[in-house]
C-alpha cells in the first residue's frame, strides 16, 4: 500500500484538504505550509495516481451535481450528504436538474467540464454508457449514484436493487400472499431490471410461477402507480399485494385502490421501494425498503475526492437495503 494523503496529513499535523490543495499548488495554501507540505510528500514517496496527476493543475474546488429533478422526494438526502462533505472539504457544489431528459442530462455534464469543475457526480443516470467517450477526452472523474457502470473515470455508488426487491417480494409472500402484482418503471433501464429479477427470484424461491399480466408499467411518479393499479386491478384475478418500483408509486396505486372502493391493506397489500419522508405519513403508513440515500450522497462525494487526491478508491459502492415494516400489508390466513 502507497503513501496516502491521510498518511502525509497525519505526518504534517494538517487536514487531509489541506494536503489536497498544497499538492494541486492552491493559492489557498499559505506559500511556507506548500513547500514544507511537499516537501514531505516527496520524502516520504507519496506518488498520485495517473487521475490525479492529469487534474492536478488548475483547481477549481467546485463539483457538478445532477439530479433527476429537485422537486423527487429521493434525491434531497443525496444532495443533503454531497453537500455536507463538500462544505467540510472547501468545496463548492453547482446543482443541475436532468428533466429525466437524455441529452439535457448529457448537456449539463459537458457544461459543468466547460467550467471546469473538478468532477461530477450524477443521480439515477440515464446514459452511464454515453459518458465513456467524453470522459475520456475530458479525463475527469465522474461519480454514479444508483446506477452502476464500467469506465477509466467512471465510478459508483448504489442500492443492491435486486436483493431490496428480494426482500419486499418475500416479505408478501410470507404473510401467504401467492398472487403478488409489481407496478415497474420501464424508463428506469438498469434499476428497473434489477428490482423486477429480484421480484421474480423471490418467486422463483417461492416456488410460485411468475406471470407477465401481474407485471404492469408505471413510470415511476404517482400517476404511473395510479394506471399501473388500474391495470391490475382490472385483471379477472387481482393480486392479493404488490411492490412497487419506488415510493410515489405506490402512493399512486395506494390513491387508485382507494379509488375503487376498497382498502389498504384489508383488499390489497402494499409495499414501496425507497422510503422517502411522505411514505411514513400517508394512511396507512407505507411498508418499503429503504434506500441509505444520505449515506448515498456521502459516499459519492468522498469518492470523488478520494479520486481527485490521487487516493485509492473502489470502483463501486453498493449497499443494501433494509426492508421497514409499517401499515399497508396484512397477513393472508393464520401465521404459520
Known sequence: MGVSIKDIAKAAGVSHSTVSRALSDSPLVKEETKRRI????????????????????????????????????????????????????????????????????????????????????????????LYLPLLEEIGAPIVLINNLRDGEYVYSVATDNVHGAKLATRYLIELGHRRVGYIACPNKGRSNRDRLEGYRRALREADIAFQPALVARGDGKVEGGQEGMRQLLSLSSPPTAVFCYNDLTAIGAMMAVKGAGRRVPDDISLVGFDDIAMASYVDPPLTTVRQRKYEMGRLAMEMLLDILSGEEAPKSIVLQGELIVRKSCRRLGPAP
Open 38 to 129: 511537499q516537501r514531505l510528500a516527496r520524502e516520504m514517496g507519496y506518488s498520485p495516481s495517473a487521475i490525479a496527476r492529469s487534474l492536478a493543475t488548475k483547481r477549481t474546488h467546485t463539483i457538478g451535481l445532477v439530479v433527476t429533478t429537485i422537486a423527487d422526494p429521493f434525491v434531497a438526502d443525496i444532495v443533503r450528504g454531497v453537500e455536507e462533505v463538500a462544505l467540510d472539504r472547501g468545496y463548492s457544489v453547482f446543482l443541475s436538474n436532468s428533466n429525466a431528459d437524455p441529452q439535457r442530462e448529457m448537456a449539463v455534464v459537458k457544461t459543468f467540464h466547460e467550467r471546469r469543475v473538478d468532477g461530477v457526480i450524477v443521480t439515477a443516470s440515464r446514459v452511464g454508457d
